[in-house]
């Protein structure tokens, strides 16, 4: 599986962003699919997984009910919604590709490049 995310960039504090991962190779909805971030300095934390059929999700409570992750099987393409940015949300997000649901990064074996999300206050 190739993951490609997109839709980092500059926004400021407050503001919203969506965030896409678009895969291709196998069949994507066999997956669960997870965001990952990284900020300088500190090592890569979970943000919110999905699972294959995209029925349930988890996110980590640094970001919930801000952050919104969703999936497009059809399109092979996995979202994540980022409202009510904050400074400290800024960091390189990272989607990744596991066999089961999970908040581990251990338990992924396709990663993405990431994109990177920078909040200005």
């Known amino acids: 599986v190739q993951l490609q995310a997109s839709g980092g960039g500059l926004v400021q504090a407050g503001g919203s962003l969506r965030l896409s991962c678009a895969a291709s190779g196998r069949t994507v909805s066999n997956y669960a699919m997870g965001w990952f971030r990284q900020a300088p300095g500190k090592e890569r934390e979970f943000v919110a997984t999905?699972?294959?059929?995209?029925?349930?999700?988890y996110y980590a409570n640094s970001v919930k009910g801000r952050g919104t992750i969703s999936r497009d099987n059809d399109k092979n393409t996995v979202y994540l919604q980022m409202n009510s940015l904050r400074p400290e949300d800024t960091a390189v997000y990272y989607c990744?590709?596991?066999?089961?649901?999970?908040?581990?990064?251990?338990?992924?074996?396709?990663w993405g490049q990431g994109t990177l999300v920078t909040v200005s206050s």
């Open positions: 990744a590709a596991s066999p089961s649901l999970s908040l581990i990064a251990g338990q992924y074996v396709y």
């Open positions: 999905i699972s294959g059929s995209g029925l349930s999700s």
